[in-house]
């Protein structure tokens, strides 16, 4: 029992060091990915019987590293906000830009005509660009008008 005990506050210990060295990975995405991949081999090895310990740690820390990645690599609530802005209230081929000021990134919407699906809910193209550490990457993407007035892609 006290075996148990150290390796469940040694996985703690390495958890919060973990959680204290998010300046050490390059972008959320690497941070999640690193913190998803602790927590699920920490839980994966506690779950289960003991003889299983490692593979339940290994499967854990892979389910949990692509969870963390996922959440880690998303755009944050602003950026959402100004690209759902661009859909709702700008002419067709009319651009925006701009600079999230917390990470650094930067983005541009051209949002393209307007169509109704078959729920004749209102869809509409956008051309969606991002640089994110110097890489460019630009995508054309169809959001259609939830009730509540955002666009779901």
Known sequence: MGEMKQKSWAGVFLLVGTLFCQGCVENRAQAGAGVGALGGGLLGSLAGPAKNRGQNALIGA????????AVGNEMDKQD????????????????????NPNNGHHYSVTPRSTTQNAAGQPCRQAEIESIIDGRRETVVKMACRRPDGTWEF
């Not at 959402?80 to 600079?99: F, G, K, M, S, V």
């Open 62 to 69: 892979a389910v949990g590293g692509l969870a963390g990645y």
């Open 80 to 99: 959402r906000q100004r690209i759902n802005h661009a859909y709702e209230r700008l002419p067709d081929n009319q651009p925006t830009a701009w600079t």
